[in-house]
């Protein structure tokens, strides 16, 4: 059975930095593409990043320079390094698994919020 | 959004509905990739359509999708209570190296 679960969300200060972590299971992360996807408050769903099976991610613009993937194979966990956060980063994270073209699992997010 | 969704609608029990998403020729009209996700409140999404029209298994069939140009559709028949829920549109697009962009959402409330 698949199942991502995400952690490392919380509270930050603007500017601080914050690492997110999606363990994965039922799968290998390194085979398969990876997303991360996040939801400012009753807000809708913004793609932040994906990461391609050969290890190259691309980011929103909005995330761009700030943000930062990496994986630890032998743990099967797809980490998410957000530094320089901001108040509108404010949001919660899920981190998925794509299938082609959509995102056949999601993990139940962690809330991130920046504030002072 | 790159993609446009209505903000909400609404449909008695029984009835069908439909979801419109609008696009352009560079996600939803150029690509046979759009897909649909329901989310329940607190919940994450879950996906219900990819591909234009192609369900996952177990999803009910009372979930369709179709695209016409550069817009796609999710219709819900025989809606029921436990439909109400947030959905949101999503298409491959050939502006961003990301995976792909999502509507703005639709609020789904069963009258």
């Known amino acids: 059975e698949v199942q991502l679960v995400e952690s490392g969300g919380g509270l930050v200060q603007p500017g601080g930095s914050l690492r997110l972590s999606c363990d994965a299971s039922g799968f290998t992360v390194s085979r398969n593409y990876m997303s991360w996807v996040r939801q400012a408050p009753g807000k809708g769903l913004e793609w932040v990043s994906i990461?391609?099976?050969?290890?190259?991610?691309y980011f929103a613009d909005s995330v761009k320079g700030r943000f930062t993937i990496s994986r630890h194979n032998s743990k099967n966990t797809l980490f998410l390094q957000m530094t320089s956060l901001r108040t509108e980063d404010t949001a919660v994270y899920y981190c998925a698994k794509n299938r082609d073209s959509y995102l056949d699992y999601w993990g139940q997010g962690t809330l991130v919020t920046v504030s002072s | 959004s790159a993609l446009t969704q209505p903000a909400s609608v609404s449909g008695s029990p029984g009835q069908s509905i439909t979801i419109s998403c609008t696009g352009t020729s560079n996600d939803i009209g150029g690509f046979n990739y759009v897909s649909w996700y329901q989310q329940n409140p607190g919940k994450a999404p879950r996906v219900l359509i990819y591909e234009v029209s192609k369900r996952p298994s177990g999803v009910s069939s009372r979930f369709s999708g179709s695209k016409s140009g550069n817009t796609a559709s999710l219709t819900i028949s025989g809606l029921q209570a436990e439909d109400e829920a947030d959905y949101y549109c999503s298409s491959y697009t050939s502006t961003t190296t990301l995976g792909g962009v999502f509507g703005g959402g639709t609020k789904l409330t069963v009258l």
């Open positions: 990461t391609y099976s050969d290890g190259n991610s």
